[in-house]
Every structure is written in C-alpha cells, then in structure tokens.
C-alpha cells in the first residue's frame, strides 16, 4: 500500500502524518485481537485481549510492593516485640519508602524512557521479591539491619511501581478505557495495605509475624516469574494516535515487523484528518514522535524499538509541569493531599491506639479504608470514561467530601461535638468514605496531568505526582512523632480544602483525548 499523507492547507500548517499498511501479525495473534480501526490513509489502530492480562500482572507488582512496605506498619505492636525497638523506629521502616522515592525517582523516570515498560516492571518485580525475601531471614535485634536493607530494596521499586501506571494504560487501552486502566494499576495499591492489615488482624506472635514475612517473600517471588514469562514493552500496534506520538509500540519478532515512519508536530490550531479539518486545542511540540508503520515485505527481516528518552527531554518535560499554571496547581496539591492521605492510613494504627482503640480495631479501620479506596479509585475512573469526562468537577467533589469525612473522623475520636455512643460507627464510617474519594483521587489526578502536559509522556507526569506524594508522606510521617493525633487529623482537612480552592482555578483542557478524536 502507497504512503499517505495529510496536512493543513493553512499557512499554520501543523500536523502531517505519513503511515504505510500495517500487517496484523502472525496467524496466532487473530483470537487476541479484539477491535481494529483504520481510517482511509490513516495509521492502523488496534486493540489486543492480553491487555487486561498484562495490566492484571502489573497489579500485582504494585499490590506487592505497597503491601511488603506496610507490613510493619500494620503490625506494629508484635514488630517491636520481634526486633526490640521502639515505635520511632516502626515510623521509620514506613519513612524508607519516601526516602528511597525521592533519591531515586530520577535513576527510575530515566529508566521508563530508556529501557521501556518491560524491563522497568521486571526491575521492580526484582527488587521488590528480593527485599521481601531478604526480610524473612531476620530473626532477632542483632540482624534487624536486614529489615531495613529488606525494606529499601522493596522501596527502591516504588519510583517505577508508582510512575507505570498512566503509561500502562496509555500504552495499551483506548480512549474510553484509559482512566479504569490507570484507576486499576494505581488504587490496586490500597488492595496491598488492605492486605498488609487483614495479615496483621491473624499476627500475635512474632512467629506468626514470621511466618507472614515467608508467605509475602514467596509469592513476590512468584509475580516476579510471571514477569518474566510474559509481560511485553507493549503491543505490536498501538490502541490509539497519542500512543503512536509516545513511541509505545513494539516489534513481533515471530512476524518480522517494525516501525519506521516518524511524524513531527508543531503549534497548530487545526488537524486535517482526510477531508475533514478537527479544531482542537493547540497541540505543541518540537520534537519528533514515532508513527506506527510496517515494513511493506513482511518477509524482511528487521528490528526496531521505541526511541529512547535523553535525560535533558526528561528535565525538560518534569520542569514544564511548573510552568503551567494548571499543570502546576494540580501537580502540587494532589500530590500533597495524595501523600498525607497515603501516611495517614499508614500510621493510622498510631494515631488510634493512643485514644483508647485496640490495635484490632485499628487494623480493621485501616482495612476498611483501603479496601474501600480499591472500590473508588474504579468508580471514579470508570464515571470520567464512560458518564461524566470532567477530572475538574470530579476531584472537587473528591476534595470536598474527603474534607467532611476528615471533619467527621477527627471530632469523633476526640470527642468533641458527637455523642460517645455513636463515635465508635462515626470512625468506621467516616473512614471508609475517606477512602472511598481519597482514593479515587488517584486516577483522576494521574489522566488529568496527562492530558494538560501531552505530549510529555504519561510516566514523567506520573512521576512528578509521586514525587511530591512521597515528599508529603516523608514529612507527614516524621512529624507524627511529635504532634498529636488530634493535630494529624486536622492536617488531613487542611490539606483537602486547600486543594480544593486550588483546582477551582484550573483551567479544563483535554489536548490528548482531542488528538485522538481527531483521527477517530
């Protein structure tokens, strides 16, 4: 098939898309293909079943890796006991997270970009079963250092685990399915803290607690093998043009294909996509981005691989998150709500047991929160793909209702304003609707930056949230030594209704999702 090209008569002319005929692939791939588009002259486009498999897998690895860093965390009680230190240093295994983030954040963003998908996730699967592993053969005080080097090799993965998941879903889901895809591989973390205190509710002894550090080292040992039997850079036709734009495309060696062509996008107010001329947002960029092509003699044998990201495109793309205003506003409160949110669930036990409730009751409360965060994050994804395209609206209503429950929570467990005999369900209910929006924040924030910040890509958005989202948490959890509970609740509420005000005045804009209904 001949070469096509498109381009905007206009003087302003923009965007130019040049694509050959794309070969499906191999006779076996046919039951994994579930939709394909193609518009006359345009890149071929298609969806692949395993996508839901490969997301399943990387789940898992951020289920893992939030569970084995919160295991201390949710049985605080008995670790003092197993290792004979005191809760500071309780405080301090969690802390190894943020800290172990913030180093190592720029090492991790790189690697995404260099090394792709599959190797960053086989990376973190490693770290994350080597540290879980390592941790398991600490039996006493003397060798408590291994629980610390257990604990920052698991903590060194979280850069990846925490950055992938907007990549993930850009990478291999559709427009309509991209926000679920996102809320799935970044709130399955609140299934890993769930788990840590369902764990934690059957921990009495510290041969319990050592039993429980076995059964978390193998079977992150396990998701690691599944890592390496299976888990692609990404499909061998993209889902969708902004996928194109990210490189996110990979070579079927069984099939001999590649991809060739590039396509290079300047400031633009339209998109000529065959007769049809799409006014969209301005779509700005100065570098070359990769356009899916297939070589025209599938017999030819040839390799290829997405192009790598420099650290200056990756400087670049961080720092222009800062100097949007929009871009900026959100990166900067709901990365700090989303990591005193993250804290305050993780020393929630510690915040409790002072104020007359059972480390059991404790643990339950942090159960509840988690699990119900798993279910919000999926909701709230689900509502801005297919009822309600608005992230604005939506974490506005995730702010505000976070803040009430907060309010709720803290009066409650002090003692004020709600009588005693209803205070007890008042915290169980309180906290599970705190988990509910807080953690449907995730995926709201995640697409939402995307979007403003296209065509950076989704990872280094990604990214920068969890900077300040670990930054936050690193503070929030060094300060719980020293302020009272009632204090740490309040600065949950705060946090909310400053964010709150602060995307009121962001402005809505969806330049990813306009790229692609262009050519849809």
């Known amino acids: 098939q001949p070469p096509h090209s498109r381009a905007d008569a206009s003087p302003r002319s923009c965007c130019v898309v040049h694509s050959l005929g794309m070969g499906i692939g191999s006779h076996h791939d046919g039951d994994d293909l579930e939709d394909r588009t193609k518009d006359a002259g345009g890149p071929a486009l298609q969806l692949y079943k395993r996508r839901w498999y490969v997301l399943f897998v990387f789940m898992l690895v951020q289920m893992n890796q939030n569970n084995v860093w919160l295991t201390y965390g949710a049985t605080s009680t008995t ?31 790189w690697a995404i970009g260099a ?109 690691f093998l599944m890592c390496c039997i299976y888990f692609p850079a990404a499909p061998p036709t993209p889902p969708t043009l902004s996928a194109v734009r990210h490189g996110t495309i990979s070579t079927d060696k069984s099939t001999n294909t590649s991809t060739t062509t590039s396509i290079t996008t300047t400031t633009a107010t339209t998109i000529v996509v065959g007769d049809n001329i799409h006014h969209r947002h301005n779509i700005n960029s100065s570098e070359q981005a990769p356009l899916l092509s297939s070589a025209s003699n599938p017999s030819s044998s040839s390799s290829s691989s997405s192009p790598k990201r420099s650290g200056l495109t990756l400087l670049r793309q961080s720092l222009g998150m800062f100097l949007d205003k929009d871009s900026c506003l959100l990166l900067i409160t709901g990365g700090f709500i989303q990591g005193v949110n993250s804290a305050w669930t993780g020393v929630i036990i510690n915040l409790l047991l002072p104020l007359g409730y059972s ?20 909701i709230f994804g689900k509502i801005h793909d ?33 009588p005693a005999s209803i205070s007890v369900p008042i915290v169980y209910i309180a906290t599970a609707m705190m988990g509910l929006c807080s953690s449907g924040l995730y995926p709201l924030l995640y697409e939402a930056l995307a979007e403003i910040t296209y065509p950076a890509s989704e990872d280094v958005s990604g990214g920068m949230v969890s900077v300040i989202n670990n930054l936050s948490c690193f503070i929030y959890i060094f300060v719980a030594d020293y302020l009272t509970p009632f204090t740490m609740n309040c600065l949950l509420v705060g946090m909310s209704l400053v964010s709150l005000l602060c995307t009121a005045v962001v402005r809505k804009r969806y330049v990813r999702s306009d790229l692609d209904a262009a050519v849809a």
């Not at 995730?398 to 907060?406: E, H, S």
Request: with cysteine.
């Open 386 to 418: 297919s009822y309600f395209k608005n992230y604005k609206a939506l974490l506005i209503f995730n702010y505000a209702f976070t803040a009430v429950c907060g309010i709720a929570f803290t009066f409650a467990t002090a003692g004020m304003y709600i």
């Open 359 to 378: 480390q059991s009751q404790a643990q339950w409360i942090g159960f509840i929160c988690n699990i119900m965060g798993m279910g919000g994050g999926i």
């Open 79 to 109: 670790t003092q006991e197993a290792y004979s230190i005191d809760m500071s240093w309780v405080n301090a295994l969690g802390n190894a997270g943020p800290v172990a983030f913030l180093i190592l954040y720029p090492i991790s963003s």
């Open 115 to 223: 090394l792709g998908l599959r190797v960053t996730v086989l990376i973190a699967a490693a770290l994350t079963s080597s540290g879980a592993i390592l941790r398991a053969f600490c039996y006493s005080h003397d060798m408590v250092w291994m629980v610390f080097v257990g604990q920052l090799l698991n903590a060194a993965a979280g850069p990846i685990a925490m950055s992938v998941p907007p990549a993930v879903s850009a990478a291999w889901f559709p427009t309509n399915e991209r926000t679920l895809a996102t809320a799935l591989g970044s709130v399955v973390s609140s299934l890993g803290c769930a788990i840590a205190f369902v764990a934690g509710l059957a921990v009495n002894s510290v041969h319990q607690l050592h039993i429980l550090l076995y059964i978390e080292g193998l079977f992150c040992l396990v998701v």
